[in-house]
DNA sequence: TTATTATTGTAACATATTGTTACAATAATA
DNA sequence: TATTATTGTAACAATATGTTACAATAATAA
């Protein structure tokens, strides 16, 4: 939700976005074998949203997209799925968007443009967590990681748009072979595994889910990784795109 | 496009609509062995588009959707899956809108609300053909039926927003069962397969097709349909859905 | 009545995919 | 040099899917 705006954006009727329109993304990163999501807090209220934009009036809506999640990250190039337009009248309560704009010392009326219905077109991105600056602005105090498996009170619907990107994230896990995208260039077969494990919910099967990796033909195996553990060194594997 | 609205909501910016947002439906049926999209074609220009409409003030998206595919089709209980919002800034050409207006006798001003861009939140429905009344109304000459096969020159970006519909309605086709929308209360195995066959564009051998679909567990053995041909009469098959 | 014909329902087998167990090959440490 | 934990993969089992084959009709023709 709303940032980036000079302050007669923030006044006037949507001054160059569409209104009613609302972009949010479900960032997601993996580290230390959990699944994260990027959030942002509130200065002052402390109430928890995903990170959101609005439409330009010129701009491409999956180029808005972009634009919200490279503005919170700091990263390029970021791999983008929309996966659902949350449309229900009543998903849009104007109390916590009062709250904070109250304690920031505005004062709105009942009409103010942020107050009115939005329809959000809801992403989800995959990033390499590694690579991720983590980036607030004036409006937001917090730009923070958290745990998908304990996600503070949310805005809103926000919460939902989570379960529905991690449905959507499911769905494609086997389809597109996105998993990639949430990890660094190289990576150990375990790791991959890890992740496969966080993302659906349930443990797999070692062999199998590497005959299938490999069987697929989209891994190139690197070089060894010496973990310093007392055992067999894993190898290294990056994924090899068509392009490559 | 626009429709069903009085004259005042076609000259004032949105008159109880959200604005520039819109929602498009791809109405699926199936006869005659051929997949067959509903389409509305504009008064006098001939022009052809996808029916759709805008979103009242207060109400929710998917119910703006099933209240299009409605008015269309004279249904009720529609199967419907959003699959993909489009929000690319120059897939909205005003060009045909004005032809449309112009062919009409209203002369449109450049800053017409229906001149301005739209994001279409897209939506596919599934029918029981035989059970559909094509409506048109005041604005359309036509609401007919088209083979998927031979869809004429559409509006704007409407083709796209088919061949999106059919990539997603083939992805759903295993994982939702879909398909049983798309048929009468009482078929059999082989209009079925025709089905199938018809939206994933290539055919399936029969005993692993019957055998797959027995196996799910999601069909009753109604009665046999004596065809008249020379040949054993087939069992016509019911969906058991989970609540009968 | 009795072949003939086209299609249906399903068994039977072949092949491919996935699930599971087992074990040799390490890299560090004791 | 043994011990330990983990890796890579072979080998077998169980399922699922692909394919061939054939008996069981329901109409028509002989």
Redesign the interface.
């Known amino acids: 939700m709303y940032r980036e705006q000079r302050k007669e954006e923030t006044e006037t009727a949507g001054h160059g976005f569409?209104?009613?329109?609302a972009v949010d993304a479900v960032i997601f990163g993996f580290h230390d074998q959990q699944l994260k999501v990027l959030l942002m807090q509130y200065k002052k209220t402390g109430i928890f949203a995903l990170p959101g934009g609005f439409?330009r009036?010129?701009?491409?809506?999956?180029d808005?997209a972009e634009r919200v999640v490279s503005e919170r990250t700091a990263l390029k190039d970021i791999y983008l799925e929309?996966f659902?337009?949350?449309?229900?009248?009543d998903r849009y309560d104007p109390k916590p968007l009062k709250t904070i704009m109250t304690a920031n010392g505005v004062i709105p009326e009942d009409d103010h443009w942020l107050l009115q219905?939005f329809?959000s077109?809801s992403y989800y991105a995959l990033v390499d967590f590694t690579k991720v600056v983590p980036m607030p602005d004036r409006i937001f105090d917090g730009c923070a990681w958290y745990d998908l498996a304990n996600i503070p009170e949310l805005m809103q619907d926000h919460s939902l748009i989570i379960r529905k990107a991690l449905t959507a994230l499911r769905?494609d896990l086997d389809?597109k072979l996105v998993a990639f995208n949430l990890m660094p260039e190289e990576f150990t077969m375990s790791e991959l595994q890890t992740l496969y494990e966080t993302i659906l919910g349930k443990n797999l099967l070692r062999p199998a889910f590497q005959r299938k990796l490999l069987s697929l033909g989209i891994l190139e195996r690197v070089a060894k990784k010496w973990t310093g553990g007392a055992h067999k060194a894993p190898y290294l594997y990056r994924f090899i795109s068509e392009n490559n």
Not at 18 to 21: A, D, E, I, T
Request: proline fraction near 4%.
């Open positions: 569409m209104p009613g329109l439409i009036e010129k701009e491409n809506l999956n808005a929309q659902y337009a949350f449309g229900d009248y219905r329809i077109v769905a389809n």
